[in-house]
Each structure stands twice: as structure tokens, then as C-alpha cells.
């Protein structure tokens, strides 16, 4: 179990900018999550990835955020034209299938557009 | 919409003491609620999950409680150490079928060696 692996660590884009992080979940875990976390704050739930299946996204995943898991395994998350609005840290979490499986978080991307 | 505090925002105590750390939620209808610890520039680590009809869930020096129908839950950390200095975080899910966990901002915790 070598944990929920993102990349990049961190991202300098300039507005306007298309940006595309990575989250590898651990690698018998179904579930797959995206949050948004800023400063001070606790992280704010983007989408939900139940194998390749999106079942979930919330109102904050506007049409220029864009998420994948194409095979079931790794999954991407792409922000078309960011906007200063958009730096945050950007957290993928993965849990097994039981209704009750405690979520494992990866150590996030940090985005900051410019 | 379900919306979570925590109090208090921050909290400085010297070494051994014994602490609470308080979240409030305001829809009763939850799944599970979480504790979360977050170290600096980390991502989350997860503490205890207590189940709806649970009342409270014990890890080591970590207890959680949860009362579910008065929208409260605590963490309570015994002989507190200067290793758990870190941001504290509650999360609930809401019992609608629905996964996404609604977080608290956190309580920013520093234990004084």
C-alpha cells in the first residue's frame, strides 16, 4: 500500500491556461474523490468516481473543470481557462467498497494561477 | 444545504493536557461523520468514523462522540502531545445515498512542549 499518489506537487500557470493534475488511488480501492481545499478552509467536494463511473459532481465543477478515470484506476482532473479564482489545493481521496470505508487522501496539488 | 463549525477556530495548550475540540452540524440526517487530521501542507489523514447509530468510536488517546439529534459530535485527545499539533477537521455525509462529506474548516491545534 504505497497511498494516494498526485502529480504534479505544485503548479504556476498564468490565467487562461489549461492545467491537467493526476491522482493515483491506492490500487484496490474502487472509489475514487476530488476535493478543492483554500486557505483556512476545509476541502469542498468536486466529483466522485465509483470505478470508471462519475456518479457525483457538485455545482463548484463548473463546465471549464473537466474529470476522468478512464480505466478505473488513475484518474485526471483538467481546468480549462483558469482563473485566479481557481488556486487552491486540489486533493484526490480513494476508499474501498464498503459503505463505510474511511476515506485515504493523497498529499494534493497545489495550484496557484498567476 | 448541511453546513458544519467547528470551535474553536484555534487552540494552544502545554503538553499532557487533556482536550475537546468541538463540531456542530446543522441537518441531523447524517450517514457517518468523520474525524480528519491535517498536518501542514499535507493532505488528510483519517482518525475515527462514527457510524449514525454509533455514539462514539476510541482510538488510542483519540475518543469521538456523536449525538446525533442536537447536530453535535467532540473529539476528545488525552495527555496530549507536541506530535499532535495539527488542524483537526469534521466531515459528515449525509444520509441521502449520496457520498460527498461536507467538511468544517477545522480547528488549528498546538500543543506546547
Known amino acids: 500500500d504505497t497511498g494516494v499518489s498526485q502529480d504534479p506537487r505544485h503548479k504556476i500557470t498564468k490565467r487562461g491556461q489549461n492545467v491537467t493534475f493526476r491522482c493515483d488511488p491506492i490500487?484496490?480501492?474502487?472509489?475514487l474523490y476530488w476535493y478543492r481545499q483554500t486557505l483556512g478552509q476545509g476541502p469542498e467536494f468536486l466529483t466522485y468516481f465509483q470505478n470508471e463511473a462519475q456518479l457525483e459532481k457538485s455545482r463548484l465543477l463548473s463546465d471549464r473543470f473537466s474529470a476522468e478515470r478512464p480505466k478505473g484506476s488513475f484518474s485526471t482532473l483538467e481546468i480549462q481557462r483558469t482563473e485566479q479564482g481557481d488556486s487552491a489545493m486540489y486533493l484526490c481521496a480513494s476508499s474501498g467498497l464498503l459503505e463505510n470505508s474511511p476515506l485515504h487522501f493523497g498529499n494534493g496539488t497545489r495550484l496557484t494561477v498567476t | 444545504k448541511q453546513e458544519v463549525t467547528q470551535i474553536p477556530a484555534a487552540l494552544s495548550v502545554p503538553e499532557g493536557e487533556n482536550l475537546v475540540l468541538n463540531c456542530s452540524f446543522t441537518d441531523s440526517a447524517i450517514y457517518n461523520l468523520q474525524w480528519f487530521r491535517q498536518d501542514p501542507g499535507k493532505g488528510l489523514t483519517s482518525l475515527l468514523l462514527?457510524?449514525?447509530?454509533?455514539r462514539e468510536q476510541t482510538s488510542g488517546r483519540l475518543n469521538a462522540s456523536l449525538d446525533k439529534s442536537s447536530g453535535r459530535s467532540t473529539l476528545y485527545i488525552a495527555a496530549s502531545q507536541p506530535g499532535d499539533s495539527a488542524t483537526y477537521l469534521c466531515a459528515v455525509r449525509l444520509d441521502t445515498g449520496r457520498r460527498a462529506l461536507t467538511f468544517g474548516s477545522g480547528t488549528r491545534l498546538q500543543v506546547q512542549p
Open positions: 462514527i457510524q449514525s447509530s454509533q
Open positions: 490500487s484496490e480501492h474502487n472509489r
